[in-house]
């Protein structure tokens, strides 16, 4: 028998035993990777290009690199396709043959579907101040007699001769543009000003147009928004798997990264610096085409995430938020310049970053708190971002309080045996009939719902939204039962137990798949999903315990994943207290509706300083009651009495949890 070695694709997720020698293409094809093919693995097309990890990996077990695989050197046909500024380690998936574990990583170029924007943009009301404004001017032509007065002295008291504004200082490579600019604008100008305090553009005649983007940073997708400043509106939303992924799948992945490597916080950092730098490039394409670096037609910027994404983008050592008393490096907003970042906009633009509240409760959390004004509310309003990492705000216009529970990324569709992005193939609904236990499914592509009798649909795995469907269709159908375990003897082929012993369930047979293989609901998947929504469920109730509050006025579903989930299920699942099904409410991306506020007026910003330490920080994992809560809410959807078989519900779970990450 041949050798089989573990093989993980990144950011997708996806993960299997791959027989030794299999082209990493092939591997790609058979875990249902999205990865382009046009040639057809004659390797003339060079769009499989994929990047070998190097390093060990502790959550996953697994050391990868360019020795586990063959050729070791990138051959005549792949040297014709790679180039320098690919960066190291990528090579032709078709040309790399397996030989040891491996790490894979599939730029966003390479991906054959294109990842579904699941954090579209709102309308929002606002009064419109940015904190970035054009002004122009219309100067006399100096002559002999103004010898005495020099471009920046004229443009100074003409700023505030023409619109009051004093005290203006130059960036310099704003001061650099300006004598051609005047000139070559004959003596009228735009000046791009910041808070009427600093120049950070000239431009030669009027100019109108004026960009700002909004981002924000999660720790499985990232997101911008280009908005006109002077109307408003969005103009275009990019989005991108976090190419931190492959550095692991969750905050303590990361941090257990970036300590175990003495580069890693680098290579983190660099990473997300060129994905945002491609967000700009493609968010600002198909509105501005005419310069070589479109990027810098982008005068302001505005970031939120969560704790750790906000240490690693900035370079800070995040070592420390992950170890008690989980200090962060700064929790006070901050502007810096865009060229110190390495980002590709204006780079005299500044990038300003909204707070933290404590701990792990990031920015991310306080764009919501913005955007929601739930300290302006009478109602009892719990409000859930529910991401990899979920955090949580509950109160009202006395008092609210906010906690940050580790999810995990099941909701994104990893850690899940066939999870996968939001893209075309992707199964993102799913209904089981009680009698039959038979599936119906709708998959991202395709209008509607469809069922094992009409044949293949080219599934390819289940997104987020479909794992929530899915297990709670289950229950309902009596598939698992309250403690999430299988039951067996159902009388149909769909639950079955697979290679290794464990049970499953049959959600698409093989011919209904574009990847040939039978797509399944593991025991593994469902316990995955008891301990994410068994956190969101203790990080509300202790909130709740806290503060007094024995009933919700209403909960407010947010983030890319609350936006497209179910509410039904949800609710069934026990994944937030009982509240009624119409009081349960979608918000949308609240994070990055508050990035957008933040950038199209300033008062927010100020706001966003001052709320951030209003709020008050919960650290549920210390509370006293914490386990009992926990594994009570690990219940469908939850208990009030002592869960049955602590003991062996707890060893499941030391199977799932990764080795070597605590807390």
């Not at 990324?409 to 038979?438: H, L, Y």
Request: with cysteine; glycine share 8%; hydrophobic share 40%.
């Amino acid at each position: 028998m041949s050798r089989t070695f573990k093989v993980i694709f990144q950011p997708a997720g996806r993960r299997g035993e791959i027989e030794e020698g299999t082209t990493i293409l092939k591997a790609a094809q058979r875990l249902g990777v999205d990865l382009e093919a046009l040639c057809g693995d004659k390797k003339v097309c060079g769009k499989c290009k994929i990047r070998i990890e190097e390093g060990y990996f502790e959550k996953d077990n697994l050391e990868s690199g360019m020795k586990h695989i063959t050729p070791l050197e990138p051959t005549p046909d792949e040297l014709k396709h790679i180039k320098p500024e690919d960066g190291p380690g990528v090579r032709l998936a078709c040309s790399c043959e397996i030989h040891g574990d491996l790490k894979v990583f599939v730029p966003e170029r390479s991906r054959a579907g294109k990842q579904v924007v699941r954090k579209a943009a709102k309308e929002l009301s606002i009064a419109l101040d940015p904190a970035v404004k054009k002004y122009t001017l219309a100067l006399t032509t100096p002559t002999l007699h103004d010898m005495t007065t020099g471009d920046y002295e004229r443009v100074v008291r003409a700023m505030e001769e023409t619109y009051g504004i004093k005290d203006l200082q130059f960036d310099f490579e704003a001061l650099l543009q300006l004598q051609d600019a005047m000139r070559e604008g004959e003596w009228t100008i735009t000046l791009t000003v910041w808070m009427d305090k600093e120049i950070i553009k000239v431009e030669p005649g009027h100019v109108d147009v004026c960009y700002g983007l909004a981002v924000d940073i999660g720790t499985t997708t990232c997101v911008g928004y280009l908005c006109d400043l002077s109307t408003g509106k969005v103009l275009n939303t990019e989005s991108m798997m976090n190419p931190q992924v492959p550095y692991g799948e969750d905050v303590m992945s990361r941090i257990t990264y970036a300590m175990t490597n003495p580069e890693g916080l680098k290579t983190m950092q660099d990473a997300i610096i060129a994905g945002l730098n491609e967000i700009i490039e493609k968010v600002v394409s198909e509105v501005k085409k005419d310069g070589p670096r479109p990027g810098v037609a982008i005068d302001d910027l505005t970031i939120v995430f969560n704790t750790a994404m906000h240490h690693i983008f900035l370079g800070l050592n995040p070592v420390y938020i992950g170890r008690s008393p989980f200090i962060p490096a700064v929790q006070r907003s901050m502007d810096i310049k865009a060229r110190d970042l390495g980002l590709k906009i204006n780079p005299g633009a500044y990038i300003h970053v909204l707070p933290i509240e404590a701990g792990f409760v990031g920015a991310d959390n306080v764009g919501v708190l913005i955007a929601q004004e739930q300290y302006f509310q009478d109602d009892m309003v719990l409000i859930i971002d529910i991401g990899t990492n979920g955090e949580l705000l509950l109160g009202n216009k006395d008092r609210v309080c906010s906690t940050s529970c580790a999810t995990g990324p099941a909701f994104e569709g990893a850690q899940i045996k066939f999870g996968m992005r939001a893209a075309p193939g992707a199964i993102e609904k799913v209904k089981i009939d009680p009698s039959t236990k038979e599936p119906k499914y709708k998959v991202i592509g395709k209008a509607d719902w469809h069922t094992h009798i009409e044949g293949k649909i080219n599934a390819k795995g289940i997104c987020g939204s479909a794992i929530i469907d899915v297990i709670a269709e289950m229950f309902l159908a009596g598939v698992i039962d309250k403690t999430g375990k299988f039951v067996m003897d159902l009388g149909t082929n769909r639950i079955r137990k697979d290679a290794s012993g464990k049970p499953e369930y049959v959600l698409a047979w093989a011919e209904e798949t574009s990847i040939n293989q039978d797509i399944t609901v593991t025991q593994g998947d469902v316990r995955a999903l008891q301990l994410a929504k068994g956190a969101l469920y203790t990080g509300a109730k202790l909130m709740m315990q806290k503060m007094g509050v024995t009933r919700l006025d209403r909960v407010e579903l947010a983030g890319a994943f609350g936006s497209h989930i179910d509410r039904e299920a949800s609710l069934m699942l026990g994944m937030f207290p009982d509240v009624p099904i119409d009081k349960v409410v979608v918000v949308g991306n609240a994070a990055g509706d508050g990035a957008r506020m933040a950038l199209l007026n300033k008062a927010k910003r100020t706001e966003a300083d001052k709320r951030a330490r209003w709020v008050e920080f919960v650290e549920s994992a210390t509370e006293p009651t914490f386990e009992k809560e926990f594994m009570q809410a690990m219940h469908i959807p939850h208990m009030k009495d002592k869960f049955p078989n602590l003991k062996k519900m707890l060893e499941e779970q030391k199977s799932i949890v990764a080795p070597g990450i605590k807390g």
